[in-house]
């Protein structure tokens, strides 16, 4: 697994953003990546040394590759919701799944193209591919 770091590089809508990762460095349909605060938490702090020892990952979501060109992927939640219900003509179940919406700074939403935290998601944040 490749353990380079990547960047959210353009939010399309609530649903799909784009990272700085694709082909050219092993990622495929299915793969997931957790999406980090692109600063981290606070910094840890040695209580005895006073030394900076690092700051944490804070991860905003984990998301799946649904769509991967040679240098950047497009990526969603794996999460849905299932609705079940009954079709009022038929009388028949039907189901329905719905895509969770990303949290993510709706100011950076570039516009959709065709085709844990509660910390939005913002263009800059890193991308870790997990599997």
């Given at each position: 697994m490749n353990t380079e770091t990547f960047r959210v590089v353009k939010i399309l809508n609530t649903k799909q953003i784009i990272v700085n990762a694709?082909?050219?460095n092993g990622v495929t349909i299915g793969t997931k990546?957790?999406?980090l605060d692109k600063f981290g938490s606070d910094p840890i702090i040695d209580p005895e040394t006073k030394?900076?020892?690092?700051?944490?990952?804070?991860?905003?979501a984990t998301l799946i590759v649904t769509a991967v060109y040679p240098k950047m992927s497009i990526l969603e939640s794996e999460s849905t919701y299932h609705i079940n219900g009954k079709a009022s003509y038929f009388f028949n179940d039907y189901h329905k799944s719905?895509?969770?919406?990303?949290?993510?700074?709706?100011?950076?939403?570039?516009g959709d193209i065709s085709t844990k935290s509660d910390l939005p998601i913002q263009i800059g944040d890193k991308a870790k591919m997990i599997e």
């Open positions: 694709g082909i050219k990546f957790k999406i030394e900076e020892l690092g700051r944490l990952d804070i991860t905003k719905i895509k969770d919406s990303l949290n993510v700074d709706l100011n950076e939403i570039s």
